[in-house]
Each structure stands twice: as C-alpha cells, then as structure tokens.
C-alpha cells in the first residue's frame, strides 16, 4: 500500500528553519517525483518544490528559491524539505505527494506556522 508521512511541521518566528519530513511506503523513490505543496487559509494549494527519486532535478516555486532546499534519501525511502529564512507568508500546510504513475497519492498535511 502506497503511503506518505509528512512531518516536521511547528511553530517558529520569521527568519527560522523548519526541516519537513515525507516518509514513502509501499513504493520506491527511485522511480517517482515526490512534490511538496502547501495550502493556506482561503487560499489555493501552490506547489512549493518537487524531486524524482531516481534523477534529482529539484524544481522549486519562485516564492522559495534560494530559501527552501529539497533533497532525498533513497535509503531511507524519505524527502525532505529544508525551509530557512522563513516568512510569515510561508505559513500553511505542507502536504508531500507521489507524482505520476496512473495515479498521485497524497499524505496527511503538517502545519507550518511562521510568526512576525
């Protein structure tokens, strides 16, 4: 059964880190894109960056370049999603997805809250 853990998430004041964690199940990243979005209140769910398991490439939201770096560990079947710098309006919720494939499988969200 396919399965994604994110967390990670908390609270932390303007210019903080968070590290997010998405930890995969039933499935190998090495052949998928893994993709990290987040939704705020009232607002559309944004893609924030993405990684595939299998060949990097990391692409990231202009809103987080040079902040935000993805990486992954095929080892340890996890991304993760290092936020430095973080601003007030990276408050949301964070969600990891599988990409591609028939399908795209999501995990529960963690809450980023960034205080001013």
């Known amino acids: 059964e396919v399965q994604l853990q994110a967390s990670g998430g908390g609270l932390v004041q303007a210019g903080g880190s968070l590290r997010l964690s998405c930890a995969a199940s039933?499935?190998?990243?090495?052949?998928?894109?893994i993709g990290w979005f987040r939704q705020a209140p009232g607002k559309e769910r944004e893609g924030v960056s993405c990684i595939h398991g299998g060949n990097g490439g990391p692409h990231y939201a202009d809103s987080v370049k040079g902040r935000f770096t993805i990486s992954s560990d095929n080892a340890k079947n996890t991304v993760y999603l290092q936020m430095n710098s973080l601003k007030p309006e990276d408050t949301a919720v964070y969600y990891c997805?599988?990409?591609?494939?028939?399908?795209?499988?999501w995990g529960q969200g963690t809450q980023v809250t960034v205080s001013s």
């Open positions: 997805a599988r990409l591609g494939g028939s399908r795209s499988y």
């Open positions: 039933g499935f190998t990243l090495d052949d998928y894109t």
